[in-house]
């Protein structure tokens, strides 16, 4: 089975709007929490689906509007798009590389909840953006359950203050176990 499912040229014209708009609609979450695996999956899945919108709907774009091509492109010619396409995406990769934390700034052998405390009162005012501390999170090994068990009300380690994350006296005393 096809994890990305069903190929493209075999979806009904109403599968094909459906999925090719879904793609849009999840691109946002995947690009900002998903894997790099999850990140290069949705890009070849969303460009099977533009790529064949483009094929059975030329017109209906503004690429279809400009000089595209009157007749269907071959097999060939839809992967040399493709694969012009990846490059674009490669070269860009290439351009802004990952930026990797190492973990040992934060104290090595210590486990991972103390770890991400200590990165987060590390930060200008004991604050992160949710999305960096999810991020941090992960980075660190912490899974969603542990990092929502932080915020126990009873004894918080760590607040939400609007889009905010905030380490408490609390959780700056944990992180320097």
Not at 119 to 145: F, I, N, W, Y
Not at 160 to 166: F, G, P, T, Y
Request: proline share 6%; with cysteine; charged share 25%.
């Amino acid at each position: 089975m096809n994890p990305q499912g069903r190929p493209a040229r075999e979806l009904r014209d109403e599968e094909l709007e459906h999925q090719g708009t879904q793609a849009h609609a999840t691109r946002n979450w995947v690009f900002l929490h998903g894997t790099a695996a999850q990140f290069a999956n949705h890009t070849a899945r969303m460009m099977e689906l533009e790529q064949e919108y483009l094929r059975r709907y030329p017109q209906r774009t503004w690429q279809g509007s400009g000089g595209a091509p009157s007749k269907p492109v071959d097999a060939l010619d839809e992967l040399k798009a493709a694969l012009a396409g990846i490059v674009v995406q490669l070269q860009a990769l290439s351009e802004h590389p990952l930026t990797v934390i190492p973990h040992d700034k934060f104290g090595a052998g210590q486990n991972p909840v103390e770890t991400l405390l200590a990165r987060l009162a590390a930060s200008p005012g004991g604050t992160m953006d949710k999305l960096e501390l999810h991020q941090a999170a992960r980075e660190c090994g912490v899974s969603r359950e542990t990092l929502a068990s932080l915020y126990d009300p009873a004894s918080p380690l760590i607040v939400a203050e609007k889009a905010d994350r905030v380490i408490t006296a609390r959780g700056r005393e944990r992180a320097t176990r």
